[in-house]
């Protein structure tokens, strides 16, 4: 049984030991929850197929998080007590049944994507993988091996201590260093994916040199990942790294080399170990920042309570208190596992709100950054929460795509806007794959980073120009460096 097999089985069991529950706690029709969930659960075990490309797997893994599996969670075990809120939501039966009715549309407009992909534009399996000579570059790579290594890695440490110390970019906080030529977007792109994007590369000419399974460069990439995001204050680090593996994954796969399951296994269990470090540490930083927290967590796990005696309370041990602030990491983690994940709430809030239309979808184009107005909180969900604007931290809440579609109050809109997003996706990365000449492990970060942008969608979306400015400077790069390779180095 191969990786992706094993994958789906998980998928399975935890869809089936959830799928009773759900049923059971559902209030509205449960035809329309039972269809929701063949849906999603469809597009989800579809997606991880060999014909699948990066951005589809992604994106509906992310989609299934946001919608299926958070409102399952939520409805079975939780009360109903979307933690991120769902603005005037009425919680009636005949309100869930038009967000599931929404949320199955949008998953269905998805598929279609993927049928035409498959079908009018690409197909990894089908790309001719032969036809790029990369025999110069690979040369110029192994003569200057260590060099590049040592570079990189300094590269590595020297931004991400940079900016951790003088923030030019941290997530939920105003930059406290300003530089000129607006160099702040340049240190983001790096440590958001540009880091990651120089790692493809090496790990990509280490395999081309080695042909191997095991390549040390994605445990060396993978630390980046983890250093990069504490430096932004990131709990994301698992989407890199976890492209990082799966496009190396389909390299082997591709190249017709024999897959040794305990590598990547062993691939796995370093990420999901630095990734679990990642947000234990990155949580105690911004609580040290005193990051609002507009929701409350659940407490999944109860913590010791103090005695009292005579009324008056009893200092705890240093045990205890211990145990205390360790469960309330874990409760943290919990809860961002089960309850963090953008969809099915922002939905819930725009079908309430029954003033949208898509006069209101054009309008939110016009949104500019406050500490407390974006147009999803204050006018879709009606929040008449004011954030501190001291010190320089702000919290973010995003509908997601399929939910901003929806401010049009138009399913057909809704249907029509996710097939072209997911068609448009699958072209960025079909073009990622040819600029860096058959690399897929770079496609694969560009169709998680498409992914992961799109299942957060609604803050500032005037702003998305510099996400795709962003890809077109690692198309860019990549070409410039070729370029410059078959230039100057001719052996």
């Known amino acids: 049984m191969n990786l992706i097999k094993a994958l789906n089985i998980f998928f399975i069991i935890l869809i089936i030991s959830l799928l009773p529950f759900g049923f059971t706690s559902y209030t509205g029709n449960k035809i329309y929850y039972l269809i929701f969930s063949a849906i999603s659960s469809y597009a989800l075990l579809i997606s991880f197929k060999k014909n699948s490309i990066s951005f589809e797997s992604f994106f509906s893994l992310l989609l299934w998080l946001g919608f299926w599996f958070k ?4 409805i079975s075990f939780l009360n ?30 998805f598929l279609l994507a993927r049928i035409f992909r498959l079908k009018f534009i690409f197909d990894y399996e089908n790309l001719q993988t032969n036809k790029y000579n990369n025999d110069h570059y690979l040369n110029f790579y ?3 091996r260590k060099i590049i290594f040592l570079t990189y890695f300094f590269c590595i440490i020297f931004f991400a201590t940079t900016n951790f110390i003088f923030v030019f970019f941290q997530k939920g906080m105003i930059p406290s260093t300003i530089l000129p030529y607006g160099l702040n977007n340049f240190i983001n792109w790096l440590l958001m994916f540009g880091l990651t994007t120089f790692s493809s590369l090496l790990i990509f000419f280490e395999f081309q040199f080695k042909k191997k399974n095991s390549n040390n460069l994605i445990k060396f990439s993978l630390f980046e990942t983890f250093i990069s995001s504490i430096s932004v204050l990131s709990r994301a680090m698992i989407f890199n790294g ?12 591709i190249e017709n080399i024999e897959i040794k399951k305990n590598t990547f296994i062993k691939y796995f269990l370093i990420i999901f170990i630095l990734f679990m470090m990642s947000l234990l540490i990155v949580s105690k930083i911004r609580q040290s920042k005193d990051f ?8 999944y796990i109860p913590i010791v309570k103090t005695k009292s005696v005579d009324g008056i309370s009893i200092e705890p041990s240093k045990i205890i208190k211990v145990t205390n602030d360790l469960t309330k990491e874990f409760n943290q983690i919990l809860f961002l596992v089960a309850g963090r994940w953008v ?38 969900k009606g929040s008449k929460h004011t954030y501190k604007k001291s010190p320089k931290i702000f919290t973010v809440y995003v509908p997601g795509i399929v939910a901003f579609l929806f401010y049009a109050n138009s399913l057909i809109f809704l249907f029509f806007g996710i097939f072209l997003l997911c068609i448009f996706c699958s072209l960025l990365e079909l073009f990622a794959y040819k600029a860096s000449k058959g690399n897929i492990i770079f496609s694969y970060i560009i169709g998680n980073v498409l992914a992961y942008r799109l299942a957060h969608f609604g803050y500032l979306p005037q702003n998305s120009y510099k996400l795709i400015l962003a890809i077109c400077m690692n198309l860019l790069f990549m070409y410039l460096l070729f370029k410059v390779i078959r230039l100057f180095w001719n052996k």
């Open 242 to 253: 976890t492209a990082i593996i799966y496009g190396f994954y389909r390299l082997v796969e």
């Open 71 to 74: 409102f399952t969670v939520q």
């Open 142 to 144: 192994i003569n200057y």
């Open 80 to 109: 109903s007590l979307f933690p991120e809120g769902a603005g005037i939501f009425d919680y009636q039966p005949n309100s869930y049944d038009q967000v599931l009715i929404i949320a199955s549309v949008s998953i269905l407009a």
């Open 292 to 299: 609002p927290v507009g929701h409350q967590v659940h407490s």
């Open 343 to 380: 969809g099915i709430e922002g939905v819930m809030a725009v079908y309430a709100n029954k003033n949208l239309n898509f006069n209101s979808f054009l309008i939110s184009f016009n949104d500019e950054f406050d500490y407390s107005n974006s147009f999803y909180e204050n006018t879709v």
